[in-house]
């Protein structure tokens, strides 16, 4: 039976990009098939290589960003590694680096010397603050990202500072909204035959990833209330998302808005100490802040009698959105995600195991992702430059110079 191609099939992406929100864009893409070249440093190779290394086991952070690439060692100081990635460049669709502002440039391959060798090239450049402004030439990271895209407030609590957190959303928001980025400047190099430069930056994914929730606080000119329930809209129109913590201390969350609270509160069993309490009415939570804290400590009283199995499911039966809060093992285990394969499992022969991974977030039903592992350091080098055209003798010859 012939193995089914990926929806990027024919697709050829050449990057020099490491760490995360550099790789994960190229990642996706072979997932759906795309040929990914990621050009590495000989003989030492992406950093991350050796980033959270667990015993008898690869790198989680380079598997994770680099599964199903091909691994080309070149030297780009040397005249003839440029040479080799000028050849791939002439064949590729994409061009992806997240070097330091600048960096590119200075070593042959920013975007106009790379347009002039391939002028349908899409080169896709991801820094950290973005290409102007007062702090463009300088390095990002994903926590200097979070720090300054407002992200920490959204999981604040009042009285408490602001802090970042240990899932790198900027690196993967960023990482993401670059994959659109390469779609949309792949459609258009298509249809029109040109090429052009994509940036895209962590700063600019975290303000897009704050949504409509910051889109109201500029126009209120306020920040948002924190702390453990969203309780929007007015009087007449209103609605909440909160969380609250059961008999055993298992936090949940639950959504809903005005029209749907006394149908809540019947199904919980709550409705006749809410009404005593004056809260048959979401709306009066958003006339004043301590009608609000009156009424989730009220809320927090009555969840805290029962499990949170118990709720979620009567919340779920009355149609209303609710789901346990998990943790990252519980997530990974959760029903939904393993009944979608956004968790899945892949065999490591070289270690023996099969392990999980992430799957993919698409379901493509005629043209499936396939989920890779990541290379070894320089394990397509032969292939990759046997496949331009370069003789046995002289890989060796620049295997033998370092070139490789």
Known sequence: MTESRGPLDGVKV???STAQAGTVPYVLMADLGAEVIKIELPGVGDPSRTTSQLPGLPSTYFETNNR????????LKAAEGREILYQLVREADVFGQNFRPGAAEKNGFGYEDLKKINPKIVYVSISGYGPRGPHAMLPGTDAMAQALGGIAEAYSAPGQP???GIVSVADETCAILAFGGIMAGLYCAKTTGVGQKIDTSLLGGQI?????TLTTAMWKDENPVTGQARIMGTAERPAISASFNDRDGKPFVLQMGGREWNKAMSALGFEAEMTAKGFDDLGVAVTSAERREAMLKTLDGLFATGSRDKWVEILRQADIV?????????ASNDPDVLANAYVTEVEYPKHGKTLKVH?????FSETPAKIGIAPELGEHNDAILKSLGYSKIRIQELRDKNVI
């Open 208 to 212: 897009r990833l704050m949504g409509w």
């Open 322 to 330: 609710s789901a346990p809060i998990n943790t990252l093992l519980e």
């Open 359 to 363: 799957g993919s977030p698409w379901h």
């Open 68 to 75: 199903g690439v091909k691994s080309l060692t070149l030297n």
């Open 162 to 164: 602001l802090k970042t």
């Open 14 to 16: 050449v990057a020099c």
